[in-house]
């Protein structure tokens, strides 16, 4: 452990993905206990770029959470989450499987097929985890792509008018586990969870602003009728999800991305449904309300 070193001593080898968000990180090994203060570099570059990606990483299991531990606690897993069976190695209830792969003609994973609106993990409850990590274990030859927007830069460059009339305002979010569309309020069932936070999250830890809202779980502005804010709603996805916030993750066998769920959000674009596709994802939970 270099414990003894100030985080200002460790010089990590960075790229950045694109203007406003992720940075790939490269020379390290997670499958070694990283020490205190690579720890600490990590952390400042993630808190300032949202997303942060590692290749060519061969992890166990507990390496994975091990790596989750740096950045907080493990979150418990969805509603709708699949925990890798200890027959096939699972050793966390924590970890999850995202895969297509079938047997007997039952998915083995969660969120199986094709593409997902652009979405915050666990938004739809009162404490959102702050973070998501995923392993790519095996990726199709093409597609099946994340794409990550920086919620900084969004909410940076809305539009002042629409930022006036937001202020202040709260959004509810609705989610049905594993539906990988957008929900219709008004059928509840086990599988659903629902929340209003912030429409401007203040990030708690380096305190900026981001726009908090989403096309996949934010049905309606609290306090406000029909259409406007349906109308203020579409005007902050448009604008949230432009190409210019956007980094586009193309997967390779043996990558590791975390992403900051409270100053971005993320999509997966469509993928052939005859090629293979598993990560192991695994999440770290958040302490507050976002405010
Ligand atoms: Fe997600």
């Known amino acids: 452990m270099n414990d003894v070193l100030s985080p200002e001593t460790v010089k990590l080898d960075t790229v950045p993905l694109s203007p406003h968000i992720a940075t ?16 600490a570099a990590l952390r400042r ?27 907080g606690e493990v979150g418990k897993r969805g509603l709708s989450g699949k925990a890798i069976p200890s027959a096939l190695g699972g050793v966390h209830p924590d970890i999850m499987f995202i895969s297509n792969i079938r047997k007997d003609g039952k998915t083995i994973g969660a969120l199986p097929d094709g593409e997902m609106n652009f979405h915050h993990d666990m938004i739809q409850t009162e404490i959102p985890h702050i973070a998501s990590l995923l392993y790519a274990i095996e990726v ?83 306090d406000m009728e029909e259409p406007e804010s349906s109308e203020l709603l579409a005007a902050l996805f448009d604008h949230a999800e432009k190409d210019e916030f956007v980094y586009r993750h193309q997967w390779k066998v043996g990558d590791l991305v975390i992403w900051d769920n409270r100053n971005s959000m993320h999509a997966r674009t469509d993928f052939p449904s005859d090629q293979r596709r598993l990560m192991w994802r695994t999440q770290v939970r958040g302490t507050q309300r976002p405010y």
């Not at 390290?28 to 990283?34: G, M, N, Q």
């Not at 539009?159 to 009339?165: H, V």
């Open 140 to 222: 199709p030859s093409y597609g099946g792509d994340t794409c990550f927007a920086s919620g900084h830069a969004a909410y940076d460059t809305l539009d002042p008018e629409i930022k006036a009339r937001l202020e202040g305002k709260r959004a509810f979010h609705h989610y049905q586990y594993g539906s990988q569309k957008r929900g219709e309020p008004g059928r509840a069932s086990d599988l659903v969870d629902e929340f209003a936070h912030p429409v401007f999250r203040t990030h708690e830890e380096n305190g900026r602003k981001a726009i908090y809202v989403n096309r996949l779980m934010s049905l309606k502005i609290e």
């Open 45 to 71: 570059l993630w808190l300032d770029r949202a997303v942060l990606l590692f290749r060519g990483q061969t992890f166990t299991q507990e390496d994975l959470l091990r790596f989750a531990g740096y950045f």
């Open 24 to 39: 790939e990180i490269r020379g390290l090994d997670l499958a070694k206990p990283l020490d205190g203060a690579t720890i």
